[in-house]
């Protein structure tokens, strides 16, 4: 646990009575979207809200080609060592500006070094 989100989140926890941090891993499937919607056949998408603690960018790799059908992308960004990425916040606008989109919002969230982006595609009216 090198984030120091983290240790700070764990020792606030655990002094209030909180119970237990739970630090332990946990198998987990992982479906990238282009696989969904291309399964539920969806045409067009409003908006894609991204909140995956570190795997925006990854996230939106996994789209592919699909990504063109989305008019919104809304996503979070830690200019911290809140979690930890391996991606930076150019990563994710090149990728999102190569398809189209432009940043449309930008807004600082109190107390943390992150921001809410929003991004349009403007061929998808």
């Known amino acids: 646990m ?3 989100y983290l240790k700070k989140k764990r020792f606030i926890t655990t002094f209030f009575g909180m119970g237990k941090f739970i630090e332990d891993e946990v198998p987990t499937k992982i479906i990238p979207l282009k696989e969904i919607i291309k399964e539920e056949k969806i045409e067009r998408i ?3 809200k991204i909140d995956t603690e570190g795997f925006e960018y990854n996230t939106l790799v ?3 080609r699909e990504i063109k059908k ?3 992308v809304l996503f979070e960004h830690h200019y911290d060592n809140m979690i930890i990425k ?3 916040f150019k990563d994710i606008h090149t990728l ?3 398809n189209g ?3 449309v919002y ?3 969230m109190p107390f943390r070094k992150s921001f809410d982006y929003i991004y349009e595609n403007q061929a998808v009216v």
């Open 62 to 64: 996994g789209m592919d």
């Open 46 to 48: 409003d908006l894609i």
């Open 101 to 103: 989109f432009q940043k």
């Open 106 to 108: 930008k807004i600082k």
């Open 2 to 4: 090198s984030s120091k």
């Open 70 to 72: 989305v008019r919104f």
């Open 96 to 98: 999102l500006i190569d």
């Open 86 to 88: 391996n991606y930076k």
